[in-house]
């Protein structure tokens, strides 16, 4: 399955962004989905993962109650909404797919990634 990220920007502290990662290749309803990002001179880093039926969900401490994770496996899409940003939200974001049916958060767990969508936050 091959993954796109797509939807970073720059925006202005406390604004929104929606991204996005589309799937091709092949359907990815069985798999979990997970955004993860990496901010210069840091380490990637888990940001959010939603399970295969978007029934379960799960986020980092740092984006919880500002970020949401959901999914439109008829479109072959995965969201991140990300609302109230932070100048430390700026990295670039990444999608990620397991194929499996528990969220993880290492993300050498997952099997295939997208190519990076860059996030700025401007203070």
């Known amino acids: 399955v091959q993954l796109q990220a797509f939807g970073g920007g720059l925006v202005q502290t406390g604004g929104s962004l929606r991204l996005s990662c589309a799937a091709s290749?092949?359907?990815?309803?069985?798999?979990?989905v997970g955004w993860f990002r990496q901010a210069p001179v840091k380490e990637r880093e888990f940001v959010a993962a939603?399970?295969?039926?978007?029934?379960?969900?799960r986020y980092a401490d740092s984006v919880k109650g500002r970020f949401t994770i959901s999914r439109d496996n008829a479109k072959n899409t995965v969201y991140l909404q990300m609302n109230s940003l932070k100048p430390e939200d700026t990295a670039v974001y990444y999608c990620?797919?397991?194929?499996?049916?528990?969220?993880?958060?290492?993300?050498?767990?997952?099997?295939?990634w997208g190519q990076g969508t860059q996030v700025t936050v401007s203070s």
């Open positions: 990620a797919a397991d194929r499996s049916f528990t969220i993880a958060i290492r993300e050498r767990v997952y099997d295939y």
């Open positions: 290749g092949r359907t990815f309803s069985g798999y979990v």
């Open positions: 939603v399970n295969w039926n978007g029934g379960s969900t």
